[in-house]
């Protein structure tokens, strides 16, 4: 046994003290060692003592009590293992981001006609210059002893070039030269399936009214940028309509209006469009 003698302290007034027992509780009471200082300490019958147990002994007096063996601190007992992968709970991460807005593109496509001519008499007519590059003429002459006149416009395979686009805007530009009288009149505008001159007659689809022109240099507005039913645009993109033609059913009013030959502008279409993705 350690001699703690040169290291002795007086343990009075130290109230509850941790020892260490020597020797094992018997007849009530049991050797410990504190601060170096062996003292016999009295012990309760519901106590038992073992050597090298840990205890805490109290003072009372000169006498020492055993109120408590010290045991090891608890064992803590591991945590459990995680789930399998396929029991584990969905991980609440907050809503899905949104998904991207479409990217929206825009554009101008413009479409001179690929050719211009009158239709009279069951023939393009070839007496007012190149049937493909004629000025456009509707009605009848008064007097003439000719049909009326059906003057088309016809485009080609460029609108189509913007297939799946929507178009948002359609304009169309015309100019009126001299024929018939000098007052303002409208033309009846219609569709043309075609979009290339046929050798026949042009398949005539929807119709609408152009605006009220003069005659050039005598009656103004002799010059319109016309705006045209959206709807005739989309049409000419997606392939069901390819062409624009000027007809009435009756003489009257008889217009001519420019075609590529009289007027570089003539007839020149214009689509406004927009497309997502």
Do not use: H
Request: with cysteine.
């Amino acid at each position: 046994m350690a001699d703690w003698a040169d290291t002795r302290v007086s343990l009075a007034g130290e109230g509850t003290l941790l020892a260490l027992a020597a020797t094992a509780s018997a007849n009530g009471a049991c050797l410990a060692d504190v601060a170096g200082i062996r003292v016999t300490v009295r012990v309760p019958p519901n106590v038992t003592i073992s050597p090298d147990q840990n205890i805490l002994i109290l003072r009372r007096g000169s006498v020492y009590w055993a109120i408590a063996v010290l045991t090891a601190a608890p064992a803590v007992p591991p945590p459990p293992p995680p789930p399998p992968a396929n029991d584990a709970q969905p991980v609440d991460r907050g809503d899905p981001a949104p998904a991207p807005k479409p990217v929206t593109t825009t554009g101008t496509l413009v479409c001179p006609p690929v050719a211009t001519s009158s239709w009279r008499d069951g023939k393009w007519r070839t007496d007012i210059g190149s049937s493909t590059s004629a000025d456009t003429f509707q009605g009848r002459y008064g007097g003439s002893g000719y049909g009326r006149n059906t003057g088309c416009a016809f485009y080609g395979s460029k609108p189509r070039s913007i297939a799946g686009a929507t178009v948002t805007k359609a304009t169309v530009r015309l100019r009126r030269l001299t024929s018939g009288d000098y007052a303002r009149r409208s033309p009846t505008l219609r569709l043309v399936s075609q979009s290339s001159r046929p050798s026949g007659a042009p398949t005539l689809g929807e119709t609408t009214a152009g605006p009220a022109l003069g005659v050039i240099n005598q009656v103004s507005p002799w010059e319109s940028t016309f705006q045209l039913p959206t709807s005739w645009g989309q049409a000419m993109v997606d392939g069901n309509r390819g062409g624009l033609a000027i007809t009435v059913a009756s003489d009257d009013p008889y217009i001519r209006l420019a075609g590529r030959d009289s007027w570089s502008a003539a007839w020149t279409l214009t689509l406004y469009w927009r497309r997502s993705s």
